[in-house]
């Protein structure tokens, strides 16, 4: 499986950017695709994910700002970031994770940056 992600860059306090991320590959109809993001010196954290039936899971720091959507039939994902905050600022990596032969396999994305300015 393979991971494609885009959409990020530079954006005023207060602004939006939007991710879009394109999965390849041995792709299980069931799965949560989602987003993470990671500073330097920090975990990476979850942002939001959403599984194949359209369940969505946020963090509480971006949950009411950003919006996690999914198109099963092109296997795609996207997280629509709003009224963009410093602290957002970060490398976002898509993920998806599925099971397979009785095991869950997560796979990653090479990551995008957002870099949001004050």
């Known amino acids: 499986v393979q991971l494609q992600a885009s959409g990020g860059g530079l954006v005023q306090t207060g602004g939006s950017l939007t991710l879009s991320c394109t999965a390849s590959?041995?792709?299980?109809?069931?799965?949560?695709m989602g987003w993470y993001r990671q500073t330097p010196g920090s975990q990476r954290e979850l942002v939001a994910t959403?599984?194949?039936?359209?369940?969505?899971d946020y963090a509480d720091s971006v949950r009411g700002r950003f919006a996690v959507s999914r198109d099963n039939a092109k296997n795609t994902v996207s997280l629509q970031m709003n009224s963009l905050k410093y602290e957002d600022t970060a490398v976002y990596y898509c993920?998806?994770?599925?099971?397979?032969?009785?095991?869950?396999?997560?796979?990653w994305g090479q990551g995008t940056q957002v870099t949001v300015s004050s």
């Open positions: 993920n998806l994770n599925q099971r397979a032969w009785g095991i869950r396999h997560d796979y």
């Open positions: 959403i599984g194949s039936s359209g369940s969505a």
């Open positions: 590959g041995s792709i299980r109809s069931t799965n949560v």
